[in-house]
């Protein structure tokens, strides 16, 4: 399958939810690595459980079909109003997998769609400090709202729409950023570097994941090194996740690993050292 046809079959989806015909028949596979449990609750309404070495999480989740206009489709990017997307449930696995990285921490995440399911893990079991979940589009921020409200925390929480292009009035610094399969619109990848160099303090830890989707994945990085930015490409960043991954390679024949399976960049931004001369 070559760029042009995943990018249309990925339209294609969106399309459908436009039209609500959902019984047509679309060519895009609807990839599931089955890292999570779920449960449905009530209409609209679901539980993502998993047990991870021992230890049980979950956390109720509004996956509530969100009508999208076609003029809609001419805006700020809809497709997380679609379906939660593989990148961001691996997100969050990863996330639950290693809640160290969080204890008192601030976290942002960027682009969390209707869910922010990696971040709503975090500030239920990361014990942070600050949580702020974000997206650019309004519809998506009001599911968010409604998860927040379905949910138990014991960390301050918070939700808003934060469009990359747009500079905040005021700009808080966080220790950790998460941001799951946002790197595809190539007009908007820019605009998500600056975001991240802005708002990661210093000696904090950007986690992206996305796949690598031709080049995206890699323009990005470029962008992220000119804006002195250090990242490192994971491949094999857990054994589950990578074992789940594995066996679609194997058995699934739609399963591509340039448009399906995420890497994960850790992006870090080091203190900057300023050279002093002594008279």
């Not at 702020?132 to 927040?148: A, F, K, Q, W």
């Not at 390679?249 to 591509?256: C, E, F, G, I, T």
Request: some cysteine; overall charge negative.
């Amino acid at each position: 399958m070559n760029t042009k046809e995943r990018a249309r079959n990925r339209w294609k989806l969106l399309a459908n939810t436009v039209s609500k015909k959902n019984q047509d028949c679309i060519s895009t596979p609807n990839i599931s690595y089955g890292l999570f449990t779920i449960e449905c609750i009530h209409a609209g309404w679901y539980k993502y459980s998993v047990c991870i070495q021992g230890d049980q999480f979950s956390a109720n989740i509004c996956r509530s079909p969100i009508n999208v206009t076609p003029e809609e489709l001419m805006g700020f990017n809809n497709t997380g109003n679609v379906r939660i997307w593989p990148s961001e449930e691996i997100l969050a696995y990863y996330v639950l997998s290693n809640l160290s990285l969080f204890q008192n921490k601030t976290v942002l995440e960027l682009g969390g769609g209707m869910s922010c399911l990696a971040g709503i893990m975090a500030a239920l079991y990361g014990h942070c400090r600050d949580v702020h979940l974000t997206d650019g589009n309004p519809n998506s921020v009001y599911n968010v709202e409604r998860i927040l409200e379905k949910n138990v925390f014991t960390t301050k929480v918070s939700c808003s729409v934060l469009k990359w292009h747009q500079k905040p009035a005021n700009i808080c610094h966080y220790d950790v950023v998460l941001a799951a399969d946002c790197l595809f619109f190539d007009e908007a990848r820019d605009d998500l570097v600056h975001t991240i160099s802005s708002m990661l303090a210093f000696g904090g830890i950007a986690l992206v994941a996305a796949p690598k989707r031709g080049n995206t994945l890699y323009e990005f990085i470029e962008m992220a090194q000119q804006e002195e930015l250090h990242c490192v490409v994971q491949q094999n960043y857990n054994t589950i996740v990578w074992d789940c991954h594995s066996k679609q390679v194997s058995y699934n024949s739609m399963y591509d690993t340039d448009s399906h399976y995420p890497l994960l960049i850790c992006i870090t931004k080091q203190t900057k050292i300023i050279d002093c001369q002594f008279q």
